[in-house]
């Protein structure tokens, strides 16, 4: 195949928070790498797909909207080939993506699956968390308080109440780690993996990264965690990600968070060209 039409999606600017100007780069220079290998790359928006559709039958896209993630999955029913898919995208949802990796055996906090209409300080007792993270279980974070860490358990009642009040029905509550807090990168397929401690770089949307302070270093093994976000990657159905994990002082590692199709923004020059090989090699394949 030596030139396809493509439909690159951007991402709305609701779903950028605190990054919209580094989503679009990314997605820009991914549909620039395209075209240099000689695709043609059509440019939509997450409500041109919502509200017209796409006629290409392939497509790499950014989008976030639920609309838009179903109206993949149907382009992806009727023979579209789609990155990340729209089912990936769906799974790296709060609630799918800890309740996949958990039941992949992926190393993961301890966590509990609540609905925000209850008092959960029997619930957090019985599991012995007193620290720790809740989330929004049926969407990525868009406002700082979809994910909040709390310290008592009159905290967490508080948070749940606020959630309910927002129409979030079901929330995610992880076990608070203590490590060194590890950002990562990476692109399935073609051997990119970049990392770095949030503490050093200051890259973060909603500042809760201070939260375990300044990464003291542990010693990790590199391999096995770029192995483990791959493997990742895989049972979620996506090959281009970004997430947090947190390396403990023995060298485990437990991957906290697992993103579809981040910024990349501090390493966005070198990871475009291989996000755009990666969307070739799977539509050469198809």
Known sequence: MSQIIIAGIKRGSRFSPNHIGNDAAIFDLTARYLR???????????????????????????????????????????????????????????????????????????????????????????AGFHHCWIKRGDFHAIHREDVTYVRNREEAKSILKEYALRGIFNAVINEHLVGDLVKFYGVAGTGFFHWFYSS????????????????????????????????????????????????????????????????FAPCRDEAAPHIAQCIFNLFNKR
Not at 208 to 225: H, S
Not at 251 to 258: A, E, S
């Open 200 to 263: 050093n770089q200051h890259h973060s949307k909603f500042g809760l990264e201070k939260i375990n302070g300044t990464a003291q270093g542990f010693t990790f093994d590199i391999p096995y965690l770029q192995s483990l976000c791959n493997k990742a990657a895989g049972v979620l159905n996506i090959h281009i990600y970004g997430g947090d994990c947190i390396v403990s002082e023995e060298g485990t590692i437990k991957i906290i968070d697992f993103n579809d199709w981040p910024s």
């Open 36 to 126: 240099e290998i000689g695709c043609t790359v059509n440019e939509y928006t997450e409500t041109d797909l919502e509200e017209k559709g796409v006629e290409e039958k392939y497509i790499f896209n950014m989008v976030r909207d639920w609309q838009a993630i179903r109206r993949l999955q149907q382009l992806e029913r009727a023979g579209h080939v789609v990155v990340n898919s729209g089912y990936g995208i769906e799974n790296c949802t709060r609630e799918k993506m800890t309740r996949i990796l958990l039941e992949n055996q992926i190393d993961h906090p301890e966590s509990l699956f609540l609905p925000t209409s209850i008092d959960p300080e029997q619930e957090l007792e019985r």
